[in-house]
């Protein structure tokens, strides 16, 4: 025995005990890092105890929390790509979110079918979510997945990004505006990402509420985390890095979500993260949805004739689907409606269709890539890469409408009203010692989003402004803008 404990106690043996307890705590971190379909969904929620069972899924709660919330219900009146409202309707944010949550569910749908069908224990909890529950995932998942998105479309995002770019020496304080942030939180501020926001949206505990943002299950947000990257980490060459996925501000939350799902970290700093992959569903169903469905809007605006789309439509039908019986088929019912608008529609929906179908089967395809996150693409561009005529719909995207004239308009407005708010805003904010007018700006943001109050940071302060400004819909900015600005003299109602 005396032998053992001298043995024990040499440096040598000393040295391979340290070397296998960290060889164990790797395997451990491994095991936890490493994405797989048994482990990358739960109905735990941010903050919350696990829910017991009840007559609905955590996943059909979570669809249900998001169609009756504020911020959800703020998207009837903000852009799409065409100025609201208007003699013709065309699509907002929310009947867009709406229509994509439709052909997400039916993308869980199909594809937690196939995953299903290789889970030999049915009794288990992963053949149930797949078969069962993948479908409410990803239609909340859909559902939210523009929630962060400012007023006046991309270009409010662009005009908030703008006004930090454009301001970045001025002067408050004594201090430039530029100083008052170190790199990382200077990457959120000037280059707002909506996709960061929704996170926002969806994890944070506001001044004044009970939950986390809305209180989703880890699941449904990691669903629409496109970009599981912070603002410094942003690299094009990489689909998972194109543009950031989450502010400072969110980091731990993220870290959280990662870790209980096992969405492996990339090496080093900043921060990056594999993608989940439900992500890829979600992001289909989008790309789906605004690619088609923009034509059919410029289509009944009178911007694109009908034979144009018409052609278009069908050249994809004809890319998507060789089966000539199927394409006899269509030609058939397209010419019984009489219609021109509901004409279009039919192609719409059968282009549609035929996407979503394809799209399902290219996930199914990649999916060890999927779940590795080693799948360096989406599925719509992997799906255009291989039909040329979807490729074309794009560029007539491109050219006829995101760059007509009504497009165009909307977007200067919403730089010129997003960055007068800001300037209002956020020098009141950053002020130490605010002045009379500043302190009547400071009263304007809801108590919910007046944090201010109880922090130093710049940063956070800053994000409260953020998180009134990007709140806003389309007219509410408006209003507000010839309020604050005196065009309009306010009137009590």
């Excluded at 530029?178 to 996709?195: A, H, M, P, T, V």
């Excluded at 009944?300 to 052609?311: A, D, F, T, Y």
Aim: some cysteine; aromatic content about 10%; proline content about 3%.
């Amino acid at each position: 025995m005396l032998v053992l404990k001298k043995i024990a106690s040499t440096p040598l043996l000393q040295h391979i005990i340290t070397a296998l307890k960290l060889f164990i705590h790797f395997c451990s971190l491994t095991t936890v890092l490493n994405m797989n379909w048994e482990t990358i969904f739960t109905t735990q929620r941010i903050g919350q105890p696990k829910e017991s069972a009840g007559s609905r899924s955590g996943f059909q709660k979570d669809f249900d929390r998001i169609i009756f919330s504020s911020a959800f219900r703020r998207l009837q009146n903000k852009t799409q790509v065409f100025p609201l409202p208007g003699s013709t309707f065309v699509h907002n944010r929310l009947t867009h979110s709406l229509e994509v949550a439709s052909v997400g569910r039916s993308l869980g749908s199909i594809v937690g079918e196939k995953l299903s069908s290789e889970i030999n224990d049915r009794s288990g909890d992963s053949y149930e979510f797949y078969r069962y529950e993948l479908a409410n995932v990803i239609a909340a998942g859909c559902l939210a997945h523009d929630i962060g998105n400012p007023a006046f479309g991309h270009s409010g995002e662009k005009a908030i990004s703008a006004y930090f770019l454009n301001n970045a020496e001025l002067v408050i304080d004594g201090k430039k505006l530029r100083s008052f942030f170190n790199d990382k939180e200077w990457g959120d501020i000037s280059n707002f990402e909506g996709n960061a926001n929704a996170i926002r949206i969806l994890t944070h505990v506001f001044k004044g509420r009970l939950t986390a943002g809305l209180g989703l299950t880890y699941t449904t947000i990691a669903s629409i985390i496109k970009y599981p990257c912070e603002a410094t980490a942003v690299n094009k060459q990489f689909k998972h890095r194109k543009k950031y996925g989450f502010f400072q501000a969110e980091a731990d939350s993220i870290g959280a979500i990662a870790e209980k799902l096992g969405m492996p970290r990339e090496e080093g700093d900043p921060v990056v993260f594999k993608r989940h992959p439900f992500v890829y569903l979600v992001e289909a169903a989008d790309d789906i949805c605004y690619s088609i469905i923009d034509m059919e809007d410029a289509h009944r605006l009178g911007i694109l004739s009908h034979e144009l789309v018409k052609e278009s439509f069908f050249h994809v039908i004809t890319c998507l689907n060789a089966d000539l019986t199927y394409q006899n088929r269509t030609v058939e019912i397209y010419n019984k409606i009489e219609d021109a608008n509901e004409k279009i529609s039919f192609l719409r929906a059968r282009v549609i269709n035929l996407l979503t179908t394809k799209a399902a089967d290219v996930f199914y395809e990649n999916r060890d890539e999927i779940l590795q996150g080693s799948f360096n693409d989406t599925l719509l561009d992997n799906i255009e890469r291989n039909c040329g005529a979807l490729k074309e719909v794009m560029k007539i995207s491109n050219e006829k409408i995101y760059n007509h004239d009504t497009v165009l308009e909307i977007e200067i407005a919403g730089y010129n009203v997003m960055s007068e708010l800001l300037s209002l805003f956020v020098p009141a904010l950053l002020k130490q010692q605010p002045d009379h007018k500043d302190q009547k700006v400071l009263k304007l943001f809801p108590v919910q989003f007046r944090e201010f109050e109880t922090t130093e940071s710049p940063y956070l302060k800053v994000m409260n402004a953020f998180d009134l400004i990007s709140g806003m819909t389309d007219l509410y900015a408006t209003e507000m803008y010839r309020k604050l600005k005196g065009v309009d003299i306010p009137q009590h109602r």
